[in-house]
Nanobody, 133 residues
Framework: GAHLVESGGGSAQAGGSLRLSCTAS????????VGWYRQGPGNECELVSM???????YSTDSVKGRFAVSRDNAKATLYLQMNSLKPEDTAVYYC???????????????????????????WGQGTLVTVSS
């Protein structure tokens, strides 16, 4: 079936950079809205950035000017370039896809619960990003 596989997480110093990738298979990536969520310690699941099939983007205020979301439809891959990292960016990052285009990006609660629910069609397994000061 359809799935998403993330890569690129790891550790960085504050001020550093990381790039996350999320490769899709078994669904038409180009026709899908895709994005990144994160959940840090003690926090709820938060939509970080998303990019629609028409290439319109959204980013939460705390990452604007630092993170950039992009997609390569030929490679069926979603990216999140994270620059000027801060300790508060420490979180598990999940990619997600809405290929039925009837999804709900307004996730509440834990990302792990959202992955099992009906918000969106597909979620990755999550990748940990740790930023040290």
């Amino acid at each position: 079936g359809a799935h998403l596989v993330e890569s690129g997480g790891g550790s960085a110093q504050a001020g550093g950079s990381l790039r996350l990738s999320c490769t899709a298979s078994e669904f038409t990536f180009a026709d899908s809205d895709v994005g990144w969520y994160r959940q840090g310690p003690g926090n709820e699941c938060e939509l970080v950035s998303m990019i629609n099939r028409d290439y319109t983007t959204y980013s939460t205020d705390s990452v604007k000017g630092r993170f950039a979301v992009s997609r390569d439809n030929a490679k069926a891959t979603l990216y999140l370039q994270m620059n000027s990292l801060k300790p508060e960016d420490t979180a598990v990052y999940y990619c997600a896809a809405d290929y039925g285009l009837g999804g709900n990006w307004g996730v509440k609660g834990a990302c792990s619960d959202a992955r099992l629910g009906k918000y969106l069609d597909e979620w990755g397994q999550g990748t940990l990003v740790t930023v040290s000061s």
